[in-house]
Structure formats: C-alpha cells, structure tokens
C-alpha cells in the first residue's frame, strides 16, 4: 500500500461498520502488543459497543480502495470531544491514515463547538504516542490503570484555534 493510493474517511453504520473496525484494532493491538495472533473479532466487538453506545458517539472508518484500513471512534463530553479509539491496520501503518481520521476527529469537535480534544494512550506506546504528539497533541501529567488491562495510559489533548474572527451566536 503506498501513501499515493486515494484514502476515504467516512461515517460507518450498522453492524458491517463494527466488525470491520474490531478486525483493525484486533490486528493492531497484536502488533502493537507483539501478540502471536490477533484477538478473535467478537471478541473486540464490545468495547467498541461499548463506546459506540455513548451519547453522539461517531464511527470513522478510513478505506483505502474501498477496503477499510483505519478507523476512529469518539463522543462529544461536556467540553472536549473524547476520542477512544484510533485504529490503523499495521499494512497500512506510516501511510497516513492516523493523521487523517485525527483530522477527521477535529472537523467533528470544530462542527460541535468544541475547542479541545482528549485522549487516553497506553503509556508505553511509543508508536502512538509519536503520532499524536506530530499532529499536535500534548500528554498531561494525568495517569491512570487502564480497568481491563492493567496497563498504565496518558491523558493527552489537542487544543483547537479558534477561528478568526470569532462567530457570536
């Protein structure tokens, strides 16, 4: 796959738009993680149920050539957009997508009134972390044990301009 190839972000639906994303983040978490084999799809099904259940919740799903290679799931909160998921498939890894469904997730905090983004990263995922700090994010000082890991993540957050001049409404 080269960074050449025409790359789509948009939304997904129905149960179709869930397997395609929980077989991405089972095969990237087993790379990220140096598993020998990925976790079955029904079984990354419920996390991402989970958050998709949310209140505004959104799925992302990145294709390239109509197969889909990335995805981002996020739900607006009172004064950020959290962002849960960002999730590329490890052959399209360096190609792009995570900048894009990062973009992706500030044209939907922007379109919400939203002037800050956040997430949580396992704190050891230099990979991760290296994509979010290029696109602008900075890690906090907060920590917490991720419930069903156990694994140590950091907040980080992306702060939006405002646009100029400033809309009154």
């Not at 978490?29 to 079984?43: G, I, L, M, S």
């Not at 958050?51 to 981002?72: I, K, Q, S």
């Not at 396992?122 to 156990?150: K, L």
Request: hydrophobic share 40%; glycine share 10%; charged share 30%.
């Amino acid at each position: 796959m080269t960074s050449g190839d025409l790359l789509q972000v948009t939304a997904a639906h129905g149960t179709d738009g869930v397997r395609a994303s929980a077989a991405i983040w089972a095969r990237a978490k087993a790379r990220r993680d140096q598993d020998p084999e990925p976790a079955a799809v029904d079984d990354t099904i419920p996390g991402i149920g989970r958050r998709l259940g949310l209140e505004g919740a959104r799925l992302l799903l990145a294709r390239r050539d109509g197969h889909p290679v990335g995805f981002t799931l996020f739900a607006p909160r009172e004064r950020t957009l959290e962002v849960f998921y960002v999730a590329v498939d490890p052959e399209a890894w360096g190609c792009g997508v995570a900048s894009r469904l990062l973009l992706a997730a500030e044209d939907q905090a922007r379109q919400l009134g939203r002037e800050t983004l956040e997430l949580w990263v396992i704190d050891d995922n230099a990979r991760g972390i290296g994509v979010y700090e290029r696109a602008g994010w900075v890690g906090t000082d907060q920590v917490q044990r991720d419930p069903t890991s156990g694994r140590v993540e950091r907040r980080f957050v992306r702060h939006l301009r405002q646009a100029w001049p400033p809309t009154r409404g």
